[in-house]
T-cell receptor, first 114, second 116 residues
Framework: AQTVTQSQPEMSVQEAETVTLSCTYD???????LFWYKQPPSRQMILVIR??????QNATENRFSVNFQKAAKSFSLKISDSQLGDTAMYFC???????????FGQGTTLQVKP | EPEVTQTPSHQVTQMGQEVILRCVPI?????FYWYRQILGQKVEFLVS????????KSEIFDDQFSVERPDGSNFTLKIRSTKLEDSAMYFC??????????????FGPGTRLTVL
């Protein structure tokens, strides 16, 4: 069975600084995708970034980028130039191409301080 | 921009009562999902639905739960006899596919279910 682990329950960063959120996963599948979702206080789930496992190049989306280490089964999220609006819970998620379901980590609460 | 909608936003019910949570997925999407999030905990997969049948379900999704696509636009989750531990935020999601660029799941705003 697949598992997703986020070992940092809470993190904080100063506005305009860079922060990295960690995520590791375990799977025996080869066809999978990885996602980071943001959940602000409104509790809406918002997709931040996605990574296809077969792609070696790390995904980038504006201030958000990932460090995907497939052999180590690691998928960290880097947020550059942090903004107050980035304050939220961040969930790492594994998508199985076989089962079609998302498996989420426990989440990391990020606080951006002015 | 198309979005997934859910109603109601908050549902309060008595233990043992039946509830139906409603979702309108994005119109050209084919895959539908329900997830739940107990307050302060992670989001958990409940069920996926494709081509008018369940394609995958978790151990949480027992006989008390059912899903239905009663027409071309709605997707519902029914809990037959609610328990206190069913109190959670329930998210509906939909996707166009399960591979390539089509497997992004778009989430609705959630329904907060409170069982008293």
């Amino acid at each position: 069975a697949q598992t997703v682990t986020q070992s940092q329950p809470e993190m904080s960063v100063q506005e305009a600084e860079t922060v990295t959120l960690s995520c590791t996963y375990d799977t025996s599948e080869s066809n999978y995708y990885l996602f980071w979702y943001k959940q602000p206080p409104s509790r809406q789930m918002i997709l931040v970034i996605r990574q296809e496992a077969y792609k070696q190049q790390n995904a980038t989306e504006n201030r958000f980028s990932v460090n995907f280490q497939k052999a180590a089964k690691s998928f960290s999220l880097k947020i550059s130039d942090s903004q107050l609006g980035d304050t939220a819970m961040y969930f790492c998620a594994f998508f199985s191409g076989n089962t079609g379901k998302l498996i989420f980590g426990q989440g990391t609460t990020l606080q951006v301080k002015p | 921009e198309p979005e997934v909608t859910q109603t109601p936003s908050h549902q309060v019910t008595q233990m043992g009562q039946e509830v139906i949570l409603r979702c309108v997925p994005i119109s050209n999407h084919l895959y539908f999902y329900w997830y739940r999030q107990i307050l302060g905990q992670k989001v958990e997969f409940l069920v996926s639905f494709y081509n008018n049948e369940i394609s995958e379900k978790s151990e949480i999704f027992d006989d008390q739960f059912s899903v239905e696509r009663p027409d071309g636009s709605n997707f519902t989750l029914k809990i037959r006899s609610t328990k206190l531990e069913d109190s959670a935020m329930y998210f509906c999601a939909s996707s166009a596919g399960t591979s390539g660029g089509y497997n992004e799941q778009f989430f609705g705003p959630g329904t907060r279910l409170t069982v008293l």
